[in-house]
Each structure stands twice: as structure tokens, then as C-alpha cells.
């Protein structure tokens, strides 16, 4: 009954009712929600673990811990697994279920821990200096593979060791680079490498499968999983990058390699991205997501079935015009069950691998880290939606049945909230072209009253916004006050099939725009309740260049937000890391190419700066560097334009550490009422 009780009481959340009781969130209520992710379902169905993560305001830091809850019964009330002062996450049920291992840094560096599920305690399995990541079952419980950074050149952990002492206690703190690249959005590599370890489950000394320098899992653009298991335990599929200049190439590929170490195989041969290998639950096998393009990020990623036997590739969603997030194999391995991006939701599919039509099964909200029951009746998954963070949610493998939700975790939060669901809406765009959004009313909303309007660019650029509970950019925060918020998914933006997405590659300040631009024309032309003289925008990222570019070529806005936003496209490229980004977008580097570097930098109408500016970046951002915020702020101060600047020493792309985040939301949101007020 009790399960019951509760499962009423959190429709409520994903529904549109909004009871007078309620209040506006606050960002203490954004840091006070326990945040679930990493769902693994047991090898015996009957359970699944999770990682829940709790932050505190008033220490600034964060705890995780393991947590069960059942799959089936009545009574579905977790329990906590771990109760470690420090963190504990990834957890990975061993092939017969009788062990959980997971990642913790109770003794310092994180290590593989092992608890027996009929009880006990943790058992710490592995000792690196360097830390362990990402734990993997070898399918026959022998083995465990994991992560760790490490010094290519050095052999053993002990020279690992020695050599990480030496830099951390020499007063010498300089850095000599002869490569790039050399630092990655917010650490220096410091000349170490991403390697792929094996251990036994028992524990004992590791050893390295993917020596060389070379990083595995790759630095970047990989998938949710880049090394797995072979079915039979004798071989470990993985990802690299091999070639000379990472910092220009997206060209990782799969590679295999023998669980005792040896001779590596090359499996893919394509300049583009190749990750997330997966073998079939018969061995037949080799899946990955494949990209076509190289040097392009953001290319559709297809299911790409190889017959190890034969060499035989099928690229099982070629006709899917939607880009596949990650996957899994049915257990009999009839099917594949994946994500996908789609119109502003993050839907679960099904796809036969003999090949055939791709079968949506839940579409609803967003939808992610999926796993299957043995006997393939049951899906198991996380969802959010704009109004509830994530919760863990099982539902039928043919999706005939509305899901079931399996926690709970912030029901008495947000039963004190007043946040409505998300909207569509659609639009003509300035070419033809239809385009959509999404909009979220304030609380205590009155559609005979009329509130500002805060309009939202997402970053990417080939991003989107979607149905859901963004810690960072949250529309419901942004709507608290008593705004009004809008998100226009823009030609560049996943979800509306790959030629939507192409069409903001060099064009930046073009098409994007001026979709925008509509999107505000729609808004105000059809939504009585929207102040048309009390408009703001806001963005990070490329949604704070566009603030930038917005800056220099309207003055339809009240006030603006740019945070992390790019200034000057041919300053950024030569202090970003990732290179083929820009130099796929404006069509080569800005030395050789420099024509669209210079037609879509904000830099060059800093003459047109009219509105109020509220600039904000990290010190530590390498992927937009915190010098493309100082020049913004500074043409603003000199053209004598209302600006401030928030400058976090300690913050990096994003903003992280809670006490930050409310410094971040008050002034942000101190901004918006000044200019908004008037």
C-alpha cells in the first residue's frame, strides 16, 4: 500500500497540477536534491543499484554512496549501501550476483572496492597510485578491468609513484609542453595517459593492456563504455586515438586486445569517430557507434554490427535520421535497445539485429541509462522531466505499459514546489523552415496577467534543449521569480535529424540567429501573457557567443546573460584545446581561413554594444578561456555600457561547487530584476 501512496503522490510532479500550497524553488532546493545516476540491474533481476549523490551548501562539497532498491514488490523503499564519509560510485554487480564492485576514495586515490551482497564489508581489490575508474566485469567474474592515468614512458606504478612525489613536492611548478594536446577543459594533461588495466576480482597487482601514448578510453568523444569484456573473458575491446595531433582529430577507433596483455588488433579503419564497443551476448558480434565524417563532433552516430567472423559490417540505423546515444543487447541478442535525441526528448528504442525498422518504446520526458532483465519483459532506466530531477523508472520491454517508478528520492521537496511542466511550440522560421521550442510558465501563473520574458540559448552549438532537470541552466530557476521561459531549439540543435544539425556549421551568427529572432517574433506575437517590453536572454557557451553576437546586432533586449561566451573567434582558437571544433565550423584555421572567423566574431561589432551585459566565466575554462570574458567585459566598460563582470577563480566551464552556485543564481537573478523592473 505504502508503494502505492507513493507512487500517487509523484504523478503529481510529472503532471501539470499545481496546488496553491506550493512555493517557487530556490537554489538551496536545487543543492538539497539527491541526484541518482549509474542504475545497474542485477544479474538475478531482482535489484538494481545506483549512485545517489548529496551536496551540502554549508561545506561546499558533495557525498555519493551505492544505494538498492528492488525491482519488484510492493514496498518498493531503498536501502543504502555504502555509508563511506568519502565517495562511492560505479557500481557493477559481478556475473552471478553474489558481489557489488564500485569505485571509493574512503583510503584516499580512488580504488575498486568489493562488498558480498550477503553481507559484509567493503574489500578494497586494487592499490594503483594513480586511481581506478570505471570498473568491468569480465563475464566469467575472474576479472575486473578499470581506468587509471598514468605515465606512459614509466613501467611500473612504484616509478607512477615516485614521479608523481617528485612533481608534487618540487617548488618548481613549470610545465614543459612539446605536443599538443597539452591541456583538456579543465586539467593539464601533464605528459599522462588514459590506460586500460586488468586485475583479478580478488584483487593483486594490475597490469596495463593498452600501454603506449596513446589514451584509453579516449580524451574525448567517446561513449558510455569505451573497453568491454568479450563474452568468452579472453579478450578486452577498447578505444584510442592514434593519430599524431589529437587536438585536430576526432579519428578515435576500436581496437582489441587479449585479457593477459599482448599483440592490439585494430578492428575500425575510418578518419571518423568510432566508440562504445560492445560485444553480442553470443560472441558473433562487435557493436559500436560510428560516425562518417571526420573531424566533425557532431555527426550522426550509427549502430555499427560487425560479424567477427566474417569482417562483415551492417550499419543497423542508417535510415534512423536521429543520432544514438548508447545501447544495449537484449539477452538472447535478437535486439538492441538504445537512446536517441528527439524534438526535445530523450526516447528509448528497439531495433532487430537482423536489421529492420526502429521501434520507439518510451517517449516521453528524458530517458537514459538503460538496462534489461534477463528474460527481457522489463526495462529499467532513469528519467527527468523540466519539473522533477532524475528518478529510476522500470517499464515494459514492448513500452505497452505506462513506466513504474522505482524512487523517490526528492517526493517531500518537491511536493513544496510550484514548477510547472514543459510546452511545446513550433514555429515558421525566417526561410520556411519549422522550428521548435519549449516554454516553461512562473509559478503562480495568471494567463490574464503578463510577466518578462527570459529567453534561453543552449549551448553546443549542436546541443538542445529537452524535457529536463538541468542543475545548471534550470528553467524552473530561471522562471521563479515570475518570468516566463523560453528555449528555441535552433537549426544546429540534436533532435530534428542530421541536416538540422549541419546547418549551423559555418554559420554561426547566420540561420541560428535569425531562428532566434523569429522564435521571439512567435512568442510575442501569440502568448498574451508575455511582456513584449520586458525581454531578456541568456546563454552559455555558444549560447553566450550568441549572447555576444545578440549583443551586436539588437537592441530588442532588455538586459543579457553571457557566460562562458566566446568574443573573438580567432583569439579563442588559438587558447582552446579541441581543434578540429572550430576548424570544422569556419572551415579550416583562422591563419589559412580566416573569412568566418572575422564574418561571425562578436569582436567585430563591439561598436553596436547597447544592453545591459552580465559576464560570467571560470579560470579555469579551457574549452571558451577565461580572456574571451575579460574582452567582452572590457569593450562594454569601454563603450561605457551597463555591464558587470562574475569572475570565479576556482570554477571552470561550469559552475560546480554549491556555494558558487548560489552566488551565481542571486546575481544573475539580481540582474535580470534590475533590468526587468524598469
Known sequence: MRGILFCLAILLAFSSIVTAERRPITVEDVFAMGRISDPRVSPDDKWVAYTLTRYSMETNESNSDIWLVPLNGEDPLPRQLTTSLKKDYHPRWSPDGSKLAFISTRNGAPQIFVIPMRGGEATQISQISTGASNPVWSPDGQFIAFASDVYPDLKTDAENQARENQRENSLVKARLIDHLLFRHWNAWKDDKRSHIFIIKSEGGEAWDVTPGDFDAPPISLGGAQDYAFSPDSKQLAFVRNTDSMVAISTNNDIFTVPVTGGEITRITTSAANDNNPVYSPDGKYLTWLAMERPGFEADQTDILLYDRASGQRINLTTKFDRSVDEFIFSASGKKIYFVAFDQGRKRIYAVPVKGGDCEVIIEEHGNQNISLTRDEKTLIFARQAVNVPYELFKARADGKKPPVQLTFTNLDLLNQLKMYPVEDFWFESFDGRNVHGLLVKPPQFDPDKTYPLIYLIHGGPQGGWADGFHYRWNAEMFAAPGYVV??????????????????????????????????????????????????????????????????????????????????????????????????????????????????????????????????????NDFRVPVTQGFQMFTALQRLGVPSRLLYFPDEDHFIRKPQNARLWWNTVHEWLARWLAE
Open 486 to 619: 523560453a528555449m528555441v531549439n535552433f537549426r544546429g540543435s540534436k533532435g530534428y535529424g542530421q541536416d538540422f544539425c549541419d546547418a549551423v556549421s559555418k554559420d554561426w551568427g547566420g540561420g541560428p540567429y535569425q531562428d532566434l529572432i523569429a522564435g521571439l517574433d512567435y512568442l510575442l506575437n501569440t502568448f498574451d501573457f508575455i511582456d513584449e517590453n520586458k525581454v531578456a536572454a541568456a546563454g552559455a557557451s555558444y549560447g553566450g557567443y550568441m549572447v555576444n553576437w545578440i549583443a551586436g546586432h539588437t537592441d530588442r533586449f532588455k538586459a543579457l546573460v553571457s557566460h562562458a561566451g566566446v568574443f573573438d573567434l580567432r583569439s579563442k582558437y588559438g587558447a582552446t584545446e579541441e581543434l578540429w571544433f572550430p576548424e570544422w565550423e569556419f572551415n579550416g584555421t583562422p591563419y589559412e581561413h580566416p573569412e568566418l572567423y572575422e564574418k561571425f566574431s562578436p569582436s567585430y561589432f563591439v561598436k553596436n554594444f547597447k544592453t545591459p551585459t552580465l559576464v560570467i566565466h571560470g579560470q
